[in-house]
T-cell receptor, first 113, second 114 residues
Framework: AQSVTQLDSQVPVFEEAPVELRCNYS??????LFWYVQYPNQGLQLLLK??????LVKGINGFEAEFNKSQTSFHLRKPSVHISDTAEYFC???????????FGGGTRVLVKP | EAGVVQSPRYKIIEKKQPVAFWCNPI?????LYWYLQNLGQGPELLIR????????DSQLPKDRFSAERLKGVDSTLKIQPAELGDSAVYLC????????????FGPGTRLTVL
């Protein structure tokens, strides 16, 4: 069985400062990894995904994530956040051969002016 | 391209009452998912459909929850009777094998059971 752990439940950050959201996964087989963003009262929107190839993945809205197989991590970063990045962020994993997404508990990002 | 549509967006009911949620997936998406999202947690899969067939319903509490996807397009998720602990957001998502199985999510239905 696979599991996803997001190490921070809340991350306060000032506008224009960098942010990193941590995600670790466990799985006995190859997995695909995803980051989703959820704005208040909305569904989840895909930010980026890692399937294979380059371990540095660039996504929408200036976000990027790095897959680290040895540390089983997939941390999300943005060099300079905006107020509009205030949202909840979810890391997710699925087996390369399956459809089932397993989500982490989420990290709430609050960007302060 | 229209996204995943869900209705209602909000529902408030008394406990022991029945409730139903509706989902219209993206056109052409053969796979449909229902997720439960408790407050402050990530979504958890309830059921997955491939066309009209439920291929993974292992996490669906079958004593009170049921779902259907007649004709392999729209889907309905029902709870009867609802309990206080069912208060949550119910998310629908759809995907297409032709587009790499990326899941697209609807806005969800927020259920409050009083």
């Amino acid at each position: 069985a696979q599991s996803v752990t997001q190490l921070d439940s809340q991350v306060p950050v000032f506008e224009e400062a960098p942010v990193e959201l941590r995600c670790n996964y466990s799985s006995s087989v190859s997995v695909y990894l995803f980051w989703y963003v959820q704005y208040p009262n909305q569904g989840l929107q895909l930010l980026l995904k890692y399937l294979s190839g380059s371990t540095l993945v660039k996504g929408i809205n200036g976000f990027e994530a790095e897959f680290n197989k040895s540390q089983t991590s997939f941390h999300l970063r943005k060099p300079s956040v905006h107020i509009s990045d205030t949202a909840e962020y979810f890391c997710a994993a699925k087996k390369a051969a399956g459809n089932k997404l397993t989500f982490g508990g989420g990290t709430r990002v609050l960007v302060k002016p | 391209e229209a996204g995943v549509v869900q209705s209602p967006r909000y529902k408030i009911i008394e406990k022991k009452q029945p409730v139903a949620f509706w989902c219209n997936p993206i056109s052409g998406h053969n796979t449909l998912y229902w997720y439960l999202q408790n407050l402050g947690q990530g979504p958890e899969l309830l059921i997955r459909y491939e066309n009209e067939e439920a291929v993974d319903d292992s996490q669906l509490p079958k004593d009170r929850f049921s779902a259907e996807r007649l004709k392999g397009v729209d889907s309905t998720l029902k709870i009867q009777p609802a309990e206080l602990g069912d208060s949550a957001v119910y998310l629908c998502a759809s995907s297409s094998r032709a587009k790499g199985d990326e899941q697209f999510f609807g806005p969800g239905t927020r259920l409050t059971v009083l």
